[in-house]
C-alpha cells in the first residue's frame, strides 16, 4: 500500500464559514518535475543550438565532443519531458500532442490546445 501526504489549506471567510482545500503532496511534486523537465529541455536545445552553429563555422576535435555531449543530454532532457508529459500513456496521439508541445517549447512561443 503506498501512503502519500496529504496537505490542506484553510480559508476562513469574512461572513464566519470555513472552507478547506485538500491535495496531495505528490501533485505539487509532479508539478515541480514538469518545470523542471521544460526548463532542461529549452536550457539543452539552447546550448545545442549554440554549439551546432560553432560546428559549422569551425571543426575543431574539442569542439566536436562538445557537441556530441549536448545532443546526448539533449536527447536525456526530451526523454524525462516525455516521461512527465505522457506518463504511461504511448499512444500515437499522446506522442503527436507531446511533439507539438516539444517543438512549441523549442521556438519559444506559447502552447495553445484547442477546445
Not at 549554440?50 to 536527447?75: F, M, N, P
Request: hydrophobic share 40%; charged share 35%.
Amino acid at each position: 500500500m503506498q501512503m502519500f501526504d496529504e496537505e490542506i489549506a484553510t480559508l476562513i471567510k469574512t461572513d464566519g464559514t470555513v472552507e478547506q482545500k485538500k491535495w496531495l503532496a505528490e501533485d505539487a511534486l509532479q508539478a515541480e518535475e514538469a518545470e523542471a523537465a521544460v526548463a532542461d529541455l529549452v536550457r539543452s536545445w539552447r546550448r545545442f543550438k549554440e554549439i551546432d552553429a560553432s560546428v559549422a563555422a569551425t571543426s575543431g576535435a574539442q569542439l566536436g565532443i562538445e557537441w556530441w555531449r549536448c545532443l546526448e543530454y539533449l536527447a536525456l532532457a526530451d526523454s524525462r519531458l516525455k516521461d512527465v508529459f505522457c506518463g504511461r500513456d504511448r499512444s500515437p496521439n499522446s506522442i503527436k500532442q507531446f511533439h507539438k508541445y516539444k517543438l512549441k517549447l523549442i521556438d519559444g512561443k506559447h502552447y495553445r490546445t484547442d477546445a
